[in-house]
Every structure is written in structure tokens, then in C-alpha cells.
């Protein structure tokens, strides 16, 4: 796995950049791993570490890699860091598929950090978790017992139109992040999963 940064002048390591263009980024090999301290407590090997520090002091990251080498790990640590070190700003996490939108939300959930998803065509499961603690949650769950669909469906959107302001990490499909509950968001950190795919 690789990460390459844009910051204030030039490039940072990458495959596809050139490394000399800027001299305050230091070349891969001569990084020492285990001395940079991130504030996540996600487990990072050294490559991962320098890809999420990137992520950190960059305007601009890519990280690229093939299959199973953990870049939604990677975007799980970068998101927690981000949100460690401003809880305040606002997250924008998308992916190319409903499926990659759905593992992040997941692997960020089984991190402890939560998010909302929105848009259509996400596993339900997870978009309930983040409107289940809202209180007009039992509302919403009463009248779908009931047969009352429409009513239902308008106490939802209430419910994650709250649920958008009140989470700081947003989940969607690149085509998600255009849905109408996000029209008036300003996103300070954006993080796209699979990027490539989305192109």
C-alpha cells in the first residue's frame, strides 16, 4: 500500500509522483513506523500509518493498493483521527457501491465510531442504528406496526434529518451524497472508498 499527498507544494511518496519534489515529505524507506504516534487506537502497520499521518498533514491523500491490503481499514483509521482531532468538523465518507457504502459504515461501527447512512438502497440494519437512540424513534416504530406506512415515512425523514445534523460522520454512494438531506451540509473532510471505482 502507498500514500501520496498533496500538501502546501508538492508531492509526498507515491508509485505515480515524484518524491524529490518536495523535501519536508520523508521518502517511505526513511520513515521510522513505530515512531509516529496517530490519534487513533486502530491497529496500523507502518505503511497504513504513514498513509493515515498523510491523510493528517495533506490537503490531498491517495492511497492505493491491491485487494485486502486494507485501504477501508486505512479510511476507518483516517475518519476516527480526523474526528479525534476536531470533533466539530463534519465527515464526508463515500463509495462507488451501496455495498463498499454499507462495509465502511460497518467496519466504522465495529470501531465504535458512529455515522449515519443515507440514501436508498443501504442494508436497513444500518441506517436504523443511528435514528434507534432519537426520540421519536418508538413513534416511527408505532405506526409501522400499525399499517400507518406514509405517516411512517414522514416521522423517518424527520428522524434522519436529525440524525444528519447530530452525527459528524456522514456515509452515502458517490450518487448518495447529492441526496436532499445533505443540500445545506458543508463537509470539512471528505474520504472517498474505492475512489477508482467511482471514475
Known sequence: ???????????????????EENPFIPHSNDIDYSAIKLPTDLPLTGPQKAACLSALTSRLTLVQGPPGTGKTHVACAIID?????DPSKKILAVADSNVAADNLMEGLSQRGIRSVRVGNGSESDLQEEAISDLSRYRDYTRLKQNGMFGEAKAVRVTL???AVKRHAVIIATCVGSGHELLDEMVFQRVIIDEGAQSI
Open 81 to 85: 483521527a480526523w474526528q479525534r482531532n
Open 1 to 19: 500500500m502507498r500514500a501520496g499527498s498533496r500538501g502546501g507544494g508538492g508531492y509526498g511518496p507515491s508509485s505515480m509522483l515524484n518524491e
Open 160 to 162: 434522519f434529518r436529525e
